[in-house]
């Protein structure tokens, strides 16, 4: 029997990038949905987002029951979940864009403004840059396995300040070190956007589909 995913709708995310990118990787039964009742019995969860932490946070919050049916799904049942952009922003305690706005709390940080070094470092960071997994001394079969090196695209003025770095899959390098992926358990997050990064994006999207955490 074929897996549903739910590819979460909450206007706000590259939906059908997003979308498309998934069937270019393999992936069926795709459910692109606002439904808390279809996130609760999904077997894959996929939370894309574009724009502002705030923004975000509040169009998730506000569809009844959403943040309860991934609380449940993800913690409660252990389903696999994806975020990508500020959908992996959301993991974080807080976002500090516009104002302080609570996230999901899932994995301890904060999401900050990028301060460039120099005047010569853009801000936001935008195309295609490195994604450099982090050491291991015991690679396990943890989230960490999903990422690999490679370049990837970016498109974000915001990074995630990770409190843990052992929640620190990989990062990249924009005049400062800044967080590329992020993950524990069956939680991963990436801040480059899989649905336009083509090869290296599509074989990321690949084994997230066939992970079993």
Known sequence: ???TIALIDFGAGNLRSVHNALIAAGASGI??????????AADRIILPGVGAFGACRDALAAIDGMIA???ERVHGKGTPFLGICVGMQLLADKGIEFGEHQGLGWINGTVQAIEAPSADIKIPHMGWNDVTPTPRSDPGEGAHNLILAGEAYYLHGYHFDATNTD??????HHGVPLVSAVGRDNIVGVQFH??????????????????KP
């Open 167 to 172: 929640d620190i899959l990989a990062t990249t």
């Open 31 to 40: 459910a692109v949905t606002n439904d808390p009742d279809v996130v609760a």
């Open 69 to 71: 049916a991934l609380d």
């Open 194 to 211: 899989p649905e336009k990064s083509q090869a290296y994006g599509l074989s990321f999207l690949k084994r997230f589909l066939e992970w």
């Open 1 to 3: 029997m074929s897996e």
